[in-house]
């Protein structure tokens, strides 16, 4: 029986988490942890983004403005936030898993 290498499995496992985009686990996240996201989305993030999420200070979030950019991104940037921009990092507030959540509620188009 042959083993792979150490190495091996490290560039598999690599290879394999590229292929798998981040998903939403809404169901891990509870209802209200939900509700509290979705006002951060609109009060928060609205107060930069607009409350349509059609642009301000901050650029459109609309379903339109963000589908053609990787989901991945998009956390990085709520995660780790803009430097040189007014967009702040929210890791102290957000985990990645919240963060894809909010992203997915762009996507569905979010109404104040």
Known sequence: MRYLSKRKCAI????????????SHAESISAERQATLKHLLI????SCH?????????????PDD???KPKEGLVA???HGR???????WA????????TWLIDQLLQGVSP
Not at 12 to 23: E, M, N, Q, Y
Not at 50 to 62: F, V
């Open 92 to 99: 102290a507030l957000l985990t990645d898993q919240e963060a």
């Open 77 to 79: 940037t709520i995660i």
């Open 83 to 89: 430097p040189g921009t007014a967009m702040p990092p």
């Open 12 to 23: 598999i496992f690599l290879v394999a988490s590229f292929l798998f985009p981040l998903t």
């Open 66 to 68: 963000i589908a053609d």
């Open 43 to 46: 009060q928060d993030c609205g």
């Open 50 to 62: 607009g409350l349509r999420m059609k642009g301000g200070l901050g650029p459109a979030l609309t």
